[in-house]
């Protein structure tokens, strides 16, 4: 079983930029894929980016590419997402993901554990 807190979100200006992280607890966390979903008001949760257990392979949304970042630290047991330029259409709940085979899976299907989420809020 694995834990996820997420953290980090809050009330931004549009342009500026905000970094989530997310705990996980276990012994295990180096093994998982990890991912970054989102979900605003009145819409289906969507793929925003994922990283390989390794962290060599990420895979982003082309709605954040070359703004987000994802990255982790298998030592701290944290996952990152790093976003800048942020535009009010990122506002949405933010949750992240963990699945066992360790991939950077796209499929929220995919994912095996979730966090509860944390609000990012983009004012224009």
């Known amino acids: 079983q694995v834990q996820l807190v997420e953290s980090g979100g809050g009330l931004v200006q549009a342009g500026g930029s905000l970094r989530l992280s997310c705990v996980a607890s276990g012994r295990t966390f180096s093994t998982y894929g990890m991912g970054w979903f989102r979900q605003a008001p009145g819409k289906e949760r969507e793929f925003v980016a994922a990283?390989?257990?390794?962290?060599?392979?990420?895979y982003y949304a082309d709605s954040v590419k070359g703004r987000f970042t994802i990255s982790r630290d298998n030592a701290r047991n944290t996952v990152y997402l790093q976003m800048n330029s942020l535009k009010p259409e990122d506002t949405a709940v933010y949750y992240c993901?963990?699945?066992?085979?360790?991939?950077?899976?796209?499929?929220?299907?995919?994912?095996?554990?979730w966090g509860q989420g944390t609000q990012v809020t983009v004012s224009s």
């Open positions: 993901a963990a699945e066992k085979w360790g991939s950077p899976y796209s499929l929220d299907n995919e994912y095996d554990y």
């Open positions: 990283i390989s257990w390794s962290g060599t392979s990420t």
